[in-house]
């Protein structure tokens, strides 16, 4: 017997009278749409899944942050809304004083709290429509979802406290909040507006701070679109208002703050504002990690829906006219839908050459006649060397140097020139997509000279704000974005599946089943469309012809392998090479699988269940659902093994949304109707020859 995982286990038992596809809102349309109401002396955010109580005297602040889903109060105690620094000083935005215990709040304590006279002033509040972060319209055979994400939005007011305006005249901080429908998400930022008569460092800032019961540690979760790499904007840590906690030396991680890790460090001149980052404060319903990650991967769907764009892709590893054009033919003819001239492929972006870019306009315009899209490698600033003078300077030595051994600032002046002489190549070739190798990394800058940063602490921000904007006028053009980070909040579409390079210089099997391990890890987190798989049809890092794929004929049980796993697992790969086929027969293999994915793209391209870990040592299966479509489920199953593997596959069909009954029928086959057991499973026999592949289909 196959073991399998329940996705819904946690909280799915105690909801087994229920009808899921009209119960849970992860199968069904969310019945209640996001709503602002004033109630006394409180706001209300809410959207039926997650609700937020603003009390807005004497001071404004977060008094109940609730889990509608699983009806639960997250916080124990009432914080400021934010905390700004001004030139090392630290400020409260709003909140109340006199809690008598941080254990817990009893609401009854409410009226008795008090304003700090220190804290910034809570002044009035506008209700209003949610924003977009960038321009974006569905491409690529992404769903139609509405942008920006429906919702409702708010913006609290306050002012300075007395002795402060004393000091720098009118400051003004907005505290925003926006909250959607269908996901358990509410967004916050602030902006700080230096409407007085004196300058002033922001030296820091944290734009959320919650303090989080014990038990609701564990299912809140914090996503920025400022943290990826060396960046971590969310931190848990101690509260020293809370004497009464078991930890004798009042240690206990259990405070909650989003801020930046650095800085910001921006002066703020007379009649200058800025603009935080933005916090979405994600609550999960379950402790399952398939429901977590279904409830993670709906927020990412709503709040950036450009990842749900997967087109299918080459590498070709030249870019002259003849390997390209022999590569868009290729594409063209089996059903891939973009080619992309990869690293060490000769292809120069950033080239102001007419001669260059009049011939690759020539190439593009060859490629969209035959319905395929064109795109291209850079490197941006990591491990890239600008010169002396445009390069990372460590604080630690006062010379060029980085986490990467060497990086190009993008706060430099050669940032700016950068990113004009590739939007200019973009504009006048007509490329469709770009791949940034190396974006910004989290490198601080200790230059006190280069042009878009003062010093060293606002020069994350800056580097930030440049790839950031980058990005955002890509995303105005329609452009497709690879980049090798967590920048989907700022605009990107793809990401690493998450792998290590060298194993693609493993010998062939071995790489492929840690390929699929790979993509059954990482689709807790990602949706399929958001991360890109690898295929070394040539050599990659090493491992010479043990490795490789090529010759494509005389390896065409593990070339069909990869295409099986990633187009079935919904997963675009990275085929880099100079050809997809070399015979008939291996032009055929591909045309079935790309054929297959098309086909079932709709089932294909929805989020994933993990029913059984690749292990080596039996078949494995991962298995998409999604309740909207004619498809219910699709299950890939693959037997790795040298031998025939007999099984009777237990397959989860709980977020199908079905209830009583299935038609499950393998590949082609005439279904058979199955009935669901109570948990929402249904039973299957496979048979699967050694190193056999199958599949089955839910309707």
């Known amino acids: 017997m196959i073991a399998s995982v329940l996705a819904a286990s946690v909280w799915c038992f105690a909801h087994l009278e229920h009808d899921p596809a009209r119960t849970d809102w992860l199968i069904a349309p969310a019945r209640e749409s996001a709503r602002i109401e004033k109630r006394g002396d409180s706001l209300i955010l809410s959207n039926g899944l997650v609700g937020r109580t603003i009390r807005l005297a004497p001071n404004a602040a977060t008094v109940f942050l609730r889990n509608e889903m699983i009806g639960t109060s997250v916080l124990r105690g009432v914080k400021p809304e934010a905390v700004i620094e001004i030139d090392r000083r630290r400020y409260a935005i709003g909140g109340l004083d006199g809690q008598p215990d941080y254990a817990y709040l009893d609401p009854a304590w409410l009226d008795g709290m008090t304003r700090d006279p220190e804290a910034f002033e809570f002044t009035g509040f506008t209700t209003g429509e949610t924003t977009a972060l960038f321009d974006w319209k569905p491409k690529r055979h992404a769903p139609d979802a509405p942008w920006p994400p429906k919702g409702a939005a708010v913006t609290l007011e306050f002012k300075a406290p007395e002795k402060l305006a004393a000091q720098y005249g009118a400051i003004t901080v907005s505290v925003y909040y926006e909250i959607y429908d269908g996901i358990p998400v509410i967004a916050k930022w602030i902006t700080i507006s230096n409407a007085g008569n004196r300058e002033f460092t922001l030296t820091g800032l944290e734009g959320e701070i919650l303090a989080v019961n014990e038990e609701e540690k564990d299912r809140i979760h914090v996503e920025s679109n400022y943290a990826f790499n060396t960046m971590v904007t969310t931190a848990w840590g101690v509260d020293a208002d809370y004497p009464t906690q078991v930890n004798y030396e009042c240690a206990s991680p259990i405070l909650l703050t989003s801020r930046y890790p650095k800085g910001p460090g921006v002066l703020l001149k007379p009649g200058e504002r800025f603009d935080s980052f933005r916090s979405y404060v994600l609550l999960y319903d379950s402790y399952d990690k398939d429901r977590r990650g279904m409830i993670k991967r709906r927020m990412m769907r709503t709040l950036a829906p450009q990842c749900l764009e997967n087109p299918i892709f080459m590498h070709v590893r030249e870019s002259n006219s003849k390997a390209l054009r022999r590569a868009i033919d290729q594409c063209a003819d089996v059903g891939f839908e973009m080619v992309i001239m990869t690293f060490g492929s000769g292809f120069d972006i950033e080239s102001e050459d007419p001669a260059y870019i009049a011939r690759i306009k020539e190439d593009v315009d060859y490629a969209h006649g035959k319905g395929i899209e064109v795109g291209g490698y850079t490197l941006m600033t990591a491990s890239r060397d600008a010169g002396p003078e445009f390069n990372v300077v460590s604080p630690d030595t006062g010379k060029p140097g980085s986490m990467f051994g060497q990086s190009a600032c993008l706060a430099s002046?050669?940032?700016?020139?950068?990113?004009?002489?590739?939007?200019?190549?973009?504009?006048?070739?007509?490329?469709?997509?770009?791949?940034?190798?190396?974006?910004?990394?989290?490198?601080?800058?200790?230059?006190?000279?280069?042009?878009?940063?003062?010093?060293?602490?606002?020069?994350?921000?800056?580097?930030?704000?440049?790839?950031?904007?980058?990005?955002?006028?890509?995303?105005?053009?329609?452009?497709?974005?690879?980049?090798?980070?967590?920048?989907?909040?700022?605009?990107?579409?793809?990401?690493?599946?998450?792998?290590?390079?060298?194993?693609?210089?493993?010998?062939?099997?071995?790489?492929?089943?840690?390929?699929?391990?790979?993509?059954?890890?990482?689709?807790?987190?990602?949706?399929?469309?958001?991360?890109?798989?690898?295929?070394?049809?040539?050599?990659?890092?090493?491992?010479?012809?043990?490795?490789?794929?090529?010759?494509?004929?005389?390896?065409?049980?593990?070339?069909?392998?990869?295409?099986?796993?990633?187009?079935?697992?919904?997963?675009?790969?990275?085929?880099?090479?100079?050809?997809?086929?070399?015979?008939?027969?291996?032009?055929?293999?591909?045309?079935?699988?790309?054929?297959?994915?098309?086909?079932?793209?709709?089932?294909?391209?929805?989020?994933?269940?993990?029913?059984?870990?690749?292990?080596?040592?039996?078949?494995?299966?991962?298995?998409?659902?999604?309740?909207?479509?004619?498809?219910?489920?699709?299950?890939?199953?693959?037997?790795?093994?040298?031998?025939?593997?007999?099984?009777?596959?237990?397959?989860?069909?709980?977020?199908?949304?079905?209830?009583?009954?299935?038609?499950?029928?393998?590949?082609?086959?005439?279904?058979?109707?199955?009935?669901?057991?109570?948990?929402?499973?249904?039973?299957?026999?496979?048979?699967?020859?050694?190193?056999?592949?199958?599949?089955?289909?839910?309707?």
């Open 413 to 699: 002046e050669w940032g700016g020139v950068y990113a004009r002489r590739v939007l200019h190549f973009m504009d006048a070739t007509g490329l469709d997509m770009i791949e940034t190798d190396g974006p910004f990394h989290g490198d601080v800058c200790a230059s006190t000279v280069h042009a878009h940063h003062r010093g060293l602490d606002d020069s994350q921000l800056r580097q930030w704000e440049a790839c950031c904007n980058f990005y955002r006028e890509c995303r105005k053009r329609g452009i497709f974005i690879n980049t090798p980070d967590w920048y989907y909040l700022n605009g990107s579409n793809k990401c690493a599946i998450g792998y290590k390079e060298t194993n693609f210089s493993l010998p062939r099997w071995r790489q492929i089943l840690i390929a699929r391990q790979n993509i059954y890890d990482a689709t807790f987190e990602k949706t399929p469309s958001m991360g890109w798989m690898f295929v070394p049809l040539v050599q990659y890092h090493g491992g010479g012809a043990a490795a490789t794929i090529e010759p494509l004929s005389e390896h065409l049980v593990e070339y069909e392998w990869y295409l099986a796993q990633n187009f079935g697992c919904g997963v675009q790969a990275c085929y880099r090479g100079p050809r997809l086929y070399d015979t008939e027969e291996t032009r055929a293999v591909v045309k079935k699988w790309v054929s297959f994915y098309r086909k079932h793209r709709g089932i294909l391209d929805s989020d994933i269940i993990h029913v059984r870990r690749p292990d080596g040592q039996g078949i494995d299966c991962m298995m998409h659902v999604n309740a909207q479509t004619p498809e219910k489920a699709l299950a890939m199953v693959f037997n790795p093994t040298d031998t025939e593997q007999r099984a009777e596959l237990t397959l989860p069909l709980y977020y199908t949304g079905l209830t009583k009954r299935a038609a499950i029928r393998e590949r082609d086959n005439e279904p058979r109707i199955c009935k669901l057991s109570r948990d929402y499973k249904a039973t299957v026999p496979v048979r699967l020859p050694a190193k056999g592949i199958t599949w089955f289909v839910v309707e």
